[in-house]
Structures are given as C-alpha cells and as structure tokens.
C-alpha cells in the first residue's frame, strides 16, 4: 500500500470589480488589442478597497471545504501560497484558519511567487505522506493589484486578484500511476536569475515596492523550463504527454501555454486556459484554473493532470495529480 495526498474539493473566488482591457486605455499608452495579442488577456478582476488577501483566500477555503463536504475541524493543517499577505505577520494563512472557526491543527504561509501553488502542494503532500497531517487545505490567494505601478504598461495590464483551494486527504493507494491523489512533484529555483522578475520594495526596505519584470527574458525562461519540468514530473510516474487528460498551467500568458502545450505534445483542447478572464494572479493561477476546469463540467474523477508554473526566484515546478 502507498499513502497518496487525494483531492476531495476545490474552489475559487473572484472579488467582484471586472476591470476589461479596454479601461488602460486613455490612462496609459496602450490598447485592448496589443495586450490582447501579446498576452492573451481580456479582463481582470481587482480587489475593493478594504479587501484584503486573506478575505479572497478565507471565500475560497469555504467553497472548497463546501465542496469537499467537510468543516474547517476536520482540517489537521492550511497552507496558504502568497506574495502579497495582509500584513508582513501574521501570516495570512493563521487569519484564515482564524476566520474558519479552526482551533486546532497549524497554518503557515509558503511564498514561491507564481510558482506558489506547486511549492504548496508539494509541501501538503510531503507532509500527508510522512504522516504529519492528513487533511490540508491548500490555498493561492493574491492581491497583485497592490503591488502594480499604474504607469508601467509593461506589468500593469498583466496582473489580476484571485484566490483557489483545494483540500487533500491522506487515502491508500496501489503505488501505480493509477492511484488517485498527487503522483509526482518536481521543484527547482535559480537565484541567479532574481534580477528579471522581482518586486523593488520589501519590508527591511521600508516601502512594499512595484512589481518589475523584463517580460522578453522570463518568457524566453518559461517556454524553456515550464516543458521540462512537467515532462520531468511525468517521467518519474512513467508517464508522458500522451497519457495527459489535461495540463492546467499557470496562467501568465497565452502564447506561454500554447507553446507549452506544443513541447508536450497536448493539443489546446486538453489545457484549461483563463486567462482571459483572470489575467496573471500569480500563486492563485492554478487553483483558479483546476476550480473553473471543474465547474465547466471539463476536470472528471480520474483524469490525469499536470499543472506547471514559473515565476520570480526564478522559481519553477510541477505536479501530477490524478484527479
Ligand atoms: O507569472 C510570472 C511569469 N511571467 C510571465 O510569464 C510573463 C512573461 N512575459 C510575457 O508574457 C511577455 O513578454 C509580455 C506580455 C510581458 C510582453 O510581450 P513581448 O512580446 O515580450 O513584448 P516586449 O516586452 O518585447 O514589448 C514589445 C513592445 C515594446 O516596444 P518596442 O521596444 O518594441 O518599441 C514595448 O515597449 O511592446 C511595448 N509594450 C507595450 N505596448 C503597448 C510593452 N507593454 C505594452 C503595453 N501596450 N501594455
């Protein structure tokens, strides 16, 4: 018998302000259709005055509690994936666990920037395999809107607020690929590259800083290593790209995960793409993306998934689930 991490629910929430492309326009020199070609984003959503991250993760966590049919006392941990927390502490994963009415258990931020998720779920599912917690909720939650200088057309059009969750639960498996549940993880970082995404502020800085990104340069690292790295995760299963139902990528830019799609040999209707409705809301991204692939009647029991995604450290990775 092999313990593998199960997913038992997830689910999402969007703040309620859709900001279309078409509102850039006028304040900044571009247009809906440059952004539009360049990056395959449509619309974003961004967080009320007043809305914080936590709140976004806190609806998210009880959509998928909601859907996993558990309550927050049934959960031994949450680790929540963020760059943009509330405060620089607590962490915003202990007022999440706060506002669920959880008094046991623990809860811990992990930040890996877009790479979040994956960093996120490969530390539940280490922990759900060793025995030190069964049931994790595992969340991406994001207020990028914050960190954006409003006169940068190069990041500002780019970003969006989200958050997603999943709960996993420790369950038997057969040690196949069969198994439902986490079935491989592949993690990587490269400091050397810390200077081509990256926010220039920070708390022993004194001010939270703007978000800068030399766009041509990840791009080039993303198309390079987000194949890599999901062919890397499905080689330790003995799998491959053939054997995908669906890869659910970051969600940063279109041309990024078509060319993706192209180097694992998926084709485009195997891949669930939002970004046009979400743009890029970092560590929330994949969680995102698995919880509408969900609702669009797309992502059944039993399908095989890889998520991948890069973002600043460089940080990148991948899991394979089956769902
Ligand atoms: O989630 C973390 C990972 N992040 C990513 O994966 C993002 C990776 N990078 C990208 O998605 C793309 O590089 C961008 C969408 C950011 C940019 O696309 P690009 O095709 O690489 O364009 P570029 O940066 O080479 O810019 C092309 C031109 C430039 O003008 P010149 O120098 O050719 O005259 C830019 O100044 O487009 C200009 N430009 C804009 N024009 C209109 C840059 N931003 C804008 C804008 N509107 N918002």
């Avoid at 304040?27 to 395959?40: A, L």
């Avoid at 920037?113 to 909720?137: D, K, P, W």
């Avoid at 766009?215 to 995908?244: I, N, P, Q, Y």
Wanted: aromatic share 6%; glycine share 12%.
């Amino acid at each position: 018998m092999t313990k593998r991490a199960v997913v038992r629910g997830v689910g999402h929430y969007l703040p309620e302000r859709v900001v279309p492309n078409t509102e850039f326009e006028g304040k900044i020199d571009t247009t809906d259709e440059w952004i539009r070609t360049r990056s395959g984003i449509e619309r974003r959503h961004f967080a009320a005055e007043g809305e914080h991250t936590s709140d976004l993760a806190v609806a998210a966590a009880r959509a998928a509690l909601e859907d996993a049919g558990m309550e927050a006392g049934d959960l031994d941990a949450i680790i929540l994936a963020t760059s943009t927390p509330d405060l620089t502490f607590p962490s915003a994963a202990t007022m999440v666990q706060k506002a669920l009415g959880m008094t046991r258990g623990f809860a811990f931020d992990v930040q890996a920037v877009c790479a979040g998720f994956i960093y996120a779920m490969s530390t539940a599912n280490a922990m759900i395999l060793s025995g030190q917690a069964n049931r994790v909720l595992v969340i991406g939650a994001e207020t990028f809107s914050r960190i954006l200088d409003w006169e940068d057309r190069s990041t500002c059009v780019l970003f969006g607020d989200g958050a997603g969750a999943l709960v996993l639960e420790g369950a038997e498996g057969t040690g196949t690929a069969a198994d439902r549940g986490i079935l491989a993880t592949d993690l990587h970082s490269d400091g050397r590259f810390g200077d081509i995404l990256y926010v220039d502020g920070g708390v022993s800085k004194g001010h939270s800083g703007f978000v800068r990104m030399l766009g041509k340069e990840v791009f080039r690292h993303a198309v390079e290593k987000l194949a890599a790295t999901a062919h890397a995760a499905l080689d330790k299963v003995g799998l491959s790209g053939a054997d995908v139902d669906w890869i659910v990528p970051h969600q940063a830019n279109l041309r990024i995960i078509k060319a993706t799609a192209q180097r694992m040999q998926v084709p485009m209707d195997h891949v669930i793409v939002t970004v046009q409705d979400h743009g890029n809301t970092s560590a929330a991204s994949i969680p995102l993306a698995l919880s509408v692939g969900k609702a669009q009647g797309k992502i059944k029991p039993g399908d095989l998934i890889v998520t991948e995604a890069i973002g600043g450290g460089l940080a990148w990775g991948a899991v394979v689930l089956r769902w």
